[in-house]
Nanobody, 121 residues
Framework: QVQLVESGGGLVQPGGSLRLSCAASGSIASLMSMGWYRQAPGKQRELVAFITSDGSTNYADSVKDRFTISRDNAKNTVFLQMNSLQREDTAAYYC???????????????WGQGTQVTVSS
């Protein structure tokens, strides 16, 4: 199986910064795209950013120029640097990865358990 473990959430004041990390482990043959989604209370889960295996990135318009996604392929880890945080960024943040497992011909999506980010004064 594959596990995604997130860390780095917490409480931060408006204008502050946080860095989320997500480490993938398990029987991984190939780790394709990795990304972050978020879900605020009463709202649908939405894409925040993703990064492909060759480093191409994509961001939601609401976080462009404030958030930066990166990955360490050697450690199967993806990061989300969040700057200039706003109250509207408050949500549970979920790591997502598309993984081809050892011995399996196709890739499948996996989710982390989520980490809470609260932006409040």
């Amino acid at each position: 199986q594959v596990q995604l473990v997130e860390s780095g959430g917490g409480l931060v004041q408006p204008g502050g910064s946080l860095r989320l990390s997500c480490a993938a482990s398990g029987s991984i043959a190939s780790l394709m795209s990795m990304g972050w989604y978020r879900q605020a209370p009463g709202k649908q889960r939405e894409l925040v950013a993703f990064i492909t295996s060759d480093g191409s990135t994509n961001y939601a318009d609401s976080v462009k120029d404030r958030f930066t996604i990166s990955r360490d392929n050697a450690k199967n880890t993806v990061f989300l640097q969040m700057n200039s945080l706003q109250r509207e960024d408050t949500a549970a943040y979920y790591c997502h990865a598309v993984v081809q497992r050892v011995g399996v011909l196709y890739a499948s999506p996996y989710w982390g358990q989520g980490t809470q980010v609260t932006v409040s004064s």
